[in-house]
């Protein structure tokens, strides 16, 4: 069992690799620390019948949250032996779905306005037991229209047979889905960029992630 496990986790980075979306050895190393914080997290908030459903955001653009999002999700498949969908809801941008070679595809808009089958929105990676959502063809101003009060119910009914759903969620700000996402979230990781630590701005949403009622996982310094 343990060779057929590290025959897997090899075969799953060389297809990664061939991608151009393997991380390198000692960045993996941190993510599967980070997937073993949230796994200790998570066994609290197993619910049979639904997902842990956890959303990565940053407070500025180019902090790196969609790397954070897909090697999270990676790092968890590879320790928890546990199907997990990454779900991208950065609207409009694609950069998950777009080095899969998937974007521009129906995904969440599409499911949350129920024009499109979980089939559909729901592609394979080359990793086992990791699957994305994309984002689908809404822009992100025409997110801020979609019916996330559905988020629960894809949970229960559409996608219950996975153990983890991370959220690559958009910038946190009002001018985002992402305040319309999170109340739905069990949990949320915080991604921020090394040189533009703003301790104001990170308290700021510490409050407004209280305010909306979801749990802070952890903190991600990136580019350090």
Request: glycine share 6%; net charge neutral; proline share 3%.
């Amino acid at each position: 069992m343990i060779e057929n496990t590290m025959n897997r986790d090899q075969q799953d980075r060389l297809r990664a690799k061939r991608m151009g979306i393997a991380p390198s050895a000692s960045l993996r190393r941190h993510f599967v620390a980070l997937a073993r914080q949230v796994l200790r997290w998570g066994n609290d908030k197993v619910s049979a019948g639904r997902p842990v459903t956890i959303g990565v955001t940053s407070l500025n653009v180019g902090a790196g949250k969609s790397t954070v999002s897909y090697n999270l999700s990676a790092a968890l498949c590879s320790i928890a032996r546990s199907r997990t969908l990454l779900i991208e809801s950065d609207f409009g941008q694609h950069y998950i779905t777009r080095r899969l070679g998937q974007a521009r595809s129906a995904g969440l808009s599409e499911l949350l306005i129920n024009v499109a089958e979980i089939e559909e929105v729901v592609h394979e990676t080359p990793l086992t037991d990791l699957q994305v959502m994309g984002c689908g063809r809404k822009s992100d101003q025409e997110a801020l229209e979609l019916p996330f009060d559905y988020l629960p119910d894809i949970f229960a009914e559409k996608i219950n047979e996975y153990g983890y759903a991370i959220f690559d969620l958009p910038v946190s700000n009002h001018l985002t889905a992402c305040h319309a996402i999170i109340p739905y979230l069990d949990g949320i990781i915080l991604t921020v960029e090394a040189n533009q630590i703003d301790h104001r701005q990170i308290n700021r949403f510490r409050k407004a992630a209280a305010n909306l009622g979801v749990e802070i996982v952890g903190m991600v310094i990136n580019k350090s």
